[in-house]
């Protein structure tokens, strides 16, 4: 029991012996001695499903969740439409492996061409791939798609996630490439030490919109920037923006990526998220990890294929651009689920109730004396900065099962707002503010 | 399979065509047979120098890919773009799909005639 | 079958979101294109994927002996216990001492990964194998560089029967790939090593269980080989479920390895994704784990800290936290006797089935093999004309998921079958009925294979026109 073995006891030492065996040990006859376990595991003994749920409970138990939140910095809660998770648990969907037998694959093939087609249209681009682990880990890869004999350094913007900027960094820590960063300037890239840092060597510029701090980026001088020094620019996009705020295919950017998580996936304290990675006509054939495309089959018929497999690691070996095979598929279905639930309308929808939201937010915590630190437009998050420590307000906010926003330090809180908070709550969150901050 | 008396050869099966310091370098019928349906082909920009004996392009098939290898030491003058949306040019007709261009050859390394180069793919063959 | 963006009509859609109970706000730089997603009810949205579910095989459409990539079962409450509110509604960056739960789970999956690994400490950030093979590197190269070796130590040793990630992760990580060519046996050849072992020798990758399936019994003397150089040890986990809880990688001379758990702690593959690819190290190379750890303290509560010299991140936050879950119930579900169970079952079922084929299919290394056996169908393909790939479709007209075809690269003609431990005698036993079926077909009517499938949903694919002319996404303005 507990091991999901269906062969009793007897017919395993049946099976033994028809496949020429006298007894178990036999099987790893090659491990070594010395090196086999001696005794068991340290690990308790296996239990039946109904203590193993019991303890998995009292762990989720252990957490808080909360029922208002404004916190965001890389992880957003929106609405997830119940149909977005009654698809994405189906089984099949679920337990497939990737699609290598296309003919019994077309499903999670179709989908996956889906997919690429509404992140294409999110983001303006030509081409999409079929999704990278997350959000930071697409920015290290769209930075790697761009390294090359004379160009290698990243220009990274200061205004970017900071769990991103690391992320890139890691991976230029391992490519050998030169990492920069691009200060940061009321909330956005500096565009002054852009223009400083620029040069011949200058493989790509990495620029997030909106901002960490929510503010929206002028990307079409950033892009003309990079541009005219010879370098592609790399644009982070918050997918829900994209239905109201010019998209990197108008501004003109080389590779878009995001964190695809806004499209029907739970917070899950981190993960699994969801890398949206799509290139321009020029750039596609440098994408890494899967792709799939459009073909016939022997009759004629509609099927769709993994392509462009001669870009891969399982073909390229150590010549391959990336060394991705596993992706986030189901994540990606998700987000074409949710896509497809949302609608144009209802994905716009949603991106103004955020901005929205987050406006009257902001206003609302001015009037408790938390001042917006930041200057430009913003999209569904900013920062405040005030006198009163921001432990004191988020304790007290906390106290109200209410998650404020993340603090960046003592005085200053990364806040953010979605479809999802009320009116009610807002004013409630602004109230308690106020109470603290006693203005 | 077709062996043109006016070309060179080199063991990694690429064709050369000799004119003053120019050379025009494509892959022979024996590879392109051998490699299958190519579908891309990786070439390298004008301006590179290219050394007898490296790679300096790749095929792609769907589930290979293959090294090209320069038999000339030069600069890249030309690059055969048509071949970029149309890889199948190499398996329709190989002598005509040549990838580059070299100009300012200053060494080459032994190559073959095509008699000597049939026999070799033939013997590779068995 | 119809794409969703053929289906539906303009003005169609769900009803989602209440109106907006705040003024609105303007942008100065907005979208100009017009968005086109789906106009869809919920009804033909999910009939939709209903139809496309029905061109999907999972792992209970039937037997699933995909070679390397251990399709077992997918438990069920796995999937209940991740999907509690408590671990999918957190916010990533709570407060720690409201997620304690979390983190404790997280501390209690990487005790439990290191007991079963040998390892001392473990990290979730990787997403997957490959991630954790690149993670793993890194470690490698921070350690050399901090004992003033790395311009000198460059090279990864990596045996030509890898698996394709393992040289591109080396590269990625910006080391130069050394391939080592296998023995007669499938195995490492040691001579060959040791002459590529040397100063410039960062490190060696290694499967094993190889990925021929054969445990390399020269284990101690391989890693032996590497350290004595002064290299460190790469475990790819990617077999470990032949052998847990029978011999741990950290015993066998390995310094830094990584898990799948989608393949050994049978959390699901999701048509791709999302997998989970923890890499555990010995202590001397703890400091250099990305991201945080979730340490217990001294009163029984948990924080994160992050190791001293950590090489930074590799994805943002903790990892794919709810693939951790599902790992963490399977493991308490099988416990400490289970564990060793499920491999050696898992051992039973590929000898079994391998028992019942050899005297017809030949195999690329005889003997008994751990998880997996390889087929060389080269022989066959020689007499009948019928290759791998159409003994593959073949499968594929009898209901059988076929197994990884043309790996490893050493072999030709490969297919790798590993049947698993959760698969009963009945389904080995059907299995290898249709296979011997399909010889017999080979040998009198090879025409047939070569047309196989016919009852799948499209037939053999056009893979040259796919990538000659590549059509990547649906036009809408076609």
Redesign the interface.
Same mark, same amino acid.
């Given at each position: 029991m507990g091991a999901y073995i269906p062969n009793t006891e007897k017919e395993r030492w049946d099976m033994l012996k028809a496949a020429g065996f006298s007894d178990f040990s036999e099987l790893y006859a090659d491990v070594p001695e010395g090196i086999r376990l001696k005794g068991s595991l340290a690990l308790p003994p296996g239990q039946a499903e109904l203590p193993v749920r019991r303890s998995m409970e009292k762990l989720a138990g252990e957490n808080q969740v909360f029922a208002h939140i404004f916190r965001g910095a890389g992880s957003y809660r929106h609405y997830i439409p119940a149909i977005v998770d009654e698809i994405a648990t189906r089984e099949k969907f679920v337990t497939a492996y990737t699609p290598y037998q296309a003919e019994i694959s077309q499903g999670i093939l179709q989908s996956i061409f889906e997919y690429q087609t509404m992140i294409c249209q999110l983001t303006g681009m030509e081409v999409s791939n079929a999704s990278v682990y997350d959000g930071a880990t697409a920015a290290a890869e769209a930075a790697a798609m761009c390294i090359g004999k004379k160009r290698h350094t990243v220009l990274v913007s200061g205004a970017a996630d900071p769990g991103v900027r690391r992320v890139i960094k890691t991976y230029c820590f391992g490519n050998g490439s030169r990492y920069l960063e691009i200060p940061e300037k009321d909330g956005v890239t500096d565009r002054g030490k852009l223009s400083e840092l620029l040069s011949d060597e200058t493989a790509c510029v990495y620029v997030q919109q909106p901002s960490y701090y929510g503010c929206l980026e002028d990307m079409d001088s950033l892009c003309e920037m990079a541009h005219g020094a010879g370098a592609k620019l790399i644009a982070g996009c918050n997918p829900i923006s994209l239905a109201v705020l010019k998209t990197p295919g108008e501004y003109g950017a080389d590779i878009a990526v995001g964190e695809g998580q806004p499209l029907g996936i739970p917070m899950a304290f981190g993960g699994p998220y969801l890398g949206f990675m799509a290139a321009t006509k020029e750039m596609f054939r440098k994408l890494p990890g899967r792709i799939v495309g459009q073909t016939v089959d022997r009759d004629g018929k509609r099927g769709f294929v993994l392509t462009l497999q001669a870009r891969e690691q399982h073909i390229r070996r150590e010549k391959a651009g990336s060394n991705i095979c596993s992706n986030e598929a189901l994540c990606a279905m998700r987000a074409a689920v949710y896509l497809a639930a949302m609608g144009a309308r209802g994905l716009e929808e949603a991106a103004k109730q955020c901005a929205a939201k987050a406006h009257y937010l902001q206003k609302a915590l001015k009037g408790a004396g938390l001042f917006r630190e930041h200057s430009g437009e913003f999209f569904h998050e900013f920062v405040t900065a005030s006198d009163t420590p921001a432990e004191a307000i988020l304790k007290a906010l906390e106290r109200k099962g209410i998650l404020g926003g993340l603090p960046l330090d003592g005085k200053r809180i990364l806040w953010c707002a979605t479809e999802m908070n009320t009116i009610e709550e807002i004013d409630e969150t602004a109230a308690i503010a106020k109470e603290v901050t006693g203005v | 399979m077709k062996y043109p008396q006016e070309l060179f050869y080199s063991k990694s099966h690429e064709w050369v065509k000799l004119k003053g310091d120019c050379a025009w370098i494509g892959i022979t019928d024996f590879a392109q047979d051998a490699l299958g349906d190519l579908v891309y082909v990786n070439l390298p920009e004008v301006g590179d120098e290219v050394t007898a004996g490296e790679t300096f392009a790749d095929v792609e098939s769907v589930k290979a890919v293959s090294d090209i290898y320069s038999p000339v030491t030069g600069t890249v003058a030309e690059v055969n773009e048509a071949l970029l949306d149309a890889p199948e040019a190499i398996n329709q007709s190989p002598y005509e799909a040549w990838l580059i261009k070299v100009e300012g050859i200053t060494d080459r390394e032994e190559l073959l005639s095509a008699d000597a180069y049939q026999e070799m793919a033939e013997a590779e063959q068995k | 079958?119809k794409?969703?963006?053929e289906r539906g009509a303009e003005g169609r859609?769900?009803s989602?979101?209440p109106p907006?109970?705040?003024?609105?706000?303007e942008?100065?730089?907005?979208?100009?294109?017009?968005?086109?997603?789906?106009?869809?009810s919920?009804t033909e949205?999910?009939r939709?994927?209903s139809?496309?579910?029905?061109?999907?095989?999972?792992?209970?459409?039937g037997f699933?002996p995909?070679g390397s990539?251990t399709?077992?079962?997918?438990?069920k409450?796995n999937?209940?216990?991740a999907?509690?509110?408590?671990?999918?509604?957190?916010?990533?960056?709570?407060?720690e001492h409201?997620?304690? &739960?979390?983190l404790?789970?997280l501390n209690r999956s990487e005790k439990?990964l290191c007991?079963?690994t040998g390892m001392d400490r473990m990290t979730f950030q990787p997403?997957?194998?490959?991630?954790g093979?690149?993670t793993g590197?890194?470690l490698i190269?921070a350690y050399h560089q901090k004992r003033g070796e790395g311009e000198k130590r460059t090279k990864i040793l990596v045996p030509d029967s890898a698996?394709?990630?393992n040289?591109?992760?080396?590269?990625?990580?910006?080391f130069k790939?050394v391939n080592i060519p296998s023995g007669p046996d499938g195995c490492v050849d040691l001579e060959k090593l040791q002459e590529a072992a040397g100063e410039d020798t960062a490190g060696l990758m290694l499967t094993n269980p190889n990925t021929v399936g054969?445990?390399?019994?020269n284990?101690?003397e391989i890693t032996g080989i590497v350290h004595g150089a002064g290299g460190l040890c790469y475990y790819d986990g990617a077999n470990l479920n032949a052998?847990m &809880?029978?011999?741990?990688p950290g015993?066998?001379g390995f310094d830094v390895i990584h898990l799948n758990l989608?393949k050994t702690f049978?959390t699901?593959?999701? &048509?791709?994704?999302? &997998?989970s690819g923890p890499v555990g190290c010995k202590e001397f190379l703890a400091a250099f784990l990305?991201g945080k750890a979730a340490e217990r303290r001294e009163d029984g509560t948990y924080e994160f800290e992050t190791p001293a010299e950590s090489?930074? !991140?590799?994805?943002?936050?903790?990892?794919?936290?709810?693939?951790v879950?599902k790992a963490?119930?399977y493991?308490?579900?099988?416990? !400490?006797?289970?564990?060793?169970?499920?491999a050696?079952?898992a051992?039973?079922?590929a000898?079994?089935l391998?028992?019942?084929l050899e005297d017809i299919y030949p195999m690329a290394y005889p003997g008994?093999c751990m998880h997996e056996f390889v087929m060389d169908l080269s022989k066959i393909k020689e007499k009948t004309g019928v290759t791998a790939l159409d003994i !593959?479709?073949g499968l594929?007209d009898g209901g059988i998921?076929?197994p990884?075809?043309?790996?490893p690269l050493i072999v030709h003609e490969a297919l790798m079958f590993e049947p698993t431990?959760?698969?009963?005698?009945e389904t080995l036993d059907e299995a290898a009925e249709l296979l011997r079926k399909l010889y017999r077909t080979a040998c009198e009517n090879p025409k047939e294979l070569h047309e196989a499938?016919i009852h799948?949903?499209?037939?053999?694919?056009?893979?040259?026109?796919?990538?000659?002319k590549?059509?990547?996404?649906?036009s809408?303005d076609l």
């Open positions: - | - | 079958m794409l969703i963006f859609g769900c989602i979101l907006c109970d705040v003024p609105e706000v942008f100065s730089r907005k979208r100009e294109t017009k968005l086109c997603l789906p106009s869809l919920e949205i999910n939709h994927y139809e496309l579910e029905k061109q999907v095989y999972g792992v209970n459409s699933y995909l990539c399709m077992k079962y997918n438990p409450v999937e209940a216990a999907a509690l509110p408590g671990f999918s509604g957190l916010h990533p960056l709570q407060p409201t997620v304690q &739960g979390a404790e789970l439990a007991e079963i997403a997957a194998g490959a991630h093979e690149f590197l890194l190269k698996h394709g990630t040289p591109a992760s080396a590269a990625m990580a910006g790939v054969l445990f390399d019994k284990i101690l052998v &809880g029978i011999v741990r015993d066998m989608h049978s699901p593959h999701g &048509g791709g994704g999302p &997998g990305p090489i930074g !991140a590799v994805r943002s936050f903790w990892g794919n936290f709810l693939v879950a963490y119930a493991i308490l579900s099988l416990g !400490a006797e289970g564990i060793p169970e499920a050696e079952s051992v039973l079922n000898n079994y391998k028992k019942k008994t !593959a479709k594929l998921h076929p990884t075809m043309y790996f431990e959760t698969e009963s005698r499938p799948t949903p499209v037939r053999r694919l056009d893979e040259v026109q796919a990538a000659r590549p059509v990547l996404r649906y809408y």
